[in-house]
């Protein structure tokens, strides 16, 4: 069955093959079976049944869905709504973050079987059993390719072993978390643990704008990530139920803190934890 893929917005996770397109349908148009829309994120809604009604004067069957409907709790499959190289080996959180809507969307952690790929998009795959992250190390190991977990990995739960496991594979780049204050300390002592890994290859989200968070506080919270030896992503809070349009003041902060180039220029000769 050929199947047409539409998203509303294009982003790094986005396939590219020719059955895959961004936006509203164009003059050329290949022979499909079915459209479907996938929807990630929630304030995308109203734009993809917009663009399921624009497919569907093309397409007899056009299906709308994905994450920001609730479509994201069943099992994964490689290289159909997110790219060539991401796997998803387990669904769901068992952590209860107030902004963050992971639990209310995908449920309680569970493991999924697990298909080949180096991009780890696991919400917490360091929740999961023990051997199923034997499994999902030794699966990363037989890619041969330079492993990325953009998913993100919970620093609390980062025990010797799973370092030694990372220490065993060609990183990328692995993502940590710093949403609050009181992970801060939490991520310094992680990165100490990960001294084998330069700057460039540990990121750190970094939420901010959320609650009564002013500019300055969330500067001086990614500051303290950086001097832990992160390069900070800095994510701007947005509600479930609608798009937030932040002040130019808070964009301009989210854009330097999530542009490596932007934060190495603002920090010369500040290279601790750094290496070629």
């Not at 497919?55 to 060539?84: C, I, M, Q, R």
């Not at 010797?160 to 594979?169: D, F, G, N």
């Not at 890994?197 to 950086?226: F, H, M, N, P």
Request: charged share 25%.
């Amino acid at each position: 069955m050929r199947i047409i893929r539409v998203f509303p917005r294009k982003t790094s996770m986005t396939p590219g093959d020719t059955y895959a397109f961004v936006g509203d349908p164009p003059l050329w148009r290949p022979e499909a079976n079915e459209v479907h829309v996938s929807v990630a994120f929630t304030w995308d809604t109203e734009e993809g049944q917009r663009l399921a009604e624009a497919w569907g004067n093309h397409y007899e069957t056009v299906k709308l869905g994905g994450p920001a409907f609730g479509d994201s709790k069943g099992n994964f499959e490689p290289g159909v709504y997110l790219k060539h190289g991401v796997t998803i080996t387990s669904r769901g959180c068992p952590n209860k973050c107030p902004w963050c809507l992971v639990p209310k969307y995908e449920g309680e952690l569970r493991v999924l079987p697990i298909r080949p790929g180096w991009i780890v998009q696991d919400n917490n795959l360091l929740a999961t059993p023990h051997n199923h992250q034997a499994a999902v190390f030794e699966m990363l190991k037989a890619q041969g390719r330079r492993v990325s977990f953009p998913g993100g990995l919970d620093a609390r739960l980062l025990t010797p072993w799973a370092v030694e496991q990372l220490r065993s594979l060609p990183i990328r780049e692995a993502f940590f978390a710093a949403d609050s204050k009181g992970m801060i300390s939490v991520v310094a002592n992680v990165r100490k643990q990960l001294d084998f890994l330069s700057r460039r290859q540990l990121r750190c989200y970094v939420l901010i704008a959320y609650g009564d968070e002013s500019i300055a506080e969330a500067k001086k919270r990614l500051e303290a990530v950086w001097r832990a030896g992160y390069l900070p992503f800095a994510q701007l809070f947005q509600p479930p139920d609608r798009w937030l349009n932040y002040s130019q003041p808070w964009k301009a902060l989210a854009r330097t803190w999530s542009r490596p180039a932007a934060m190495f220029a603002m920090h010369k000769g500040g290279r601790e934890h750094d290496k070629v």
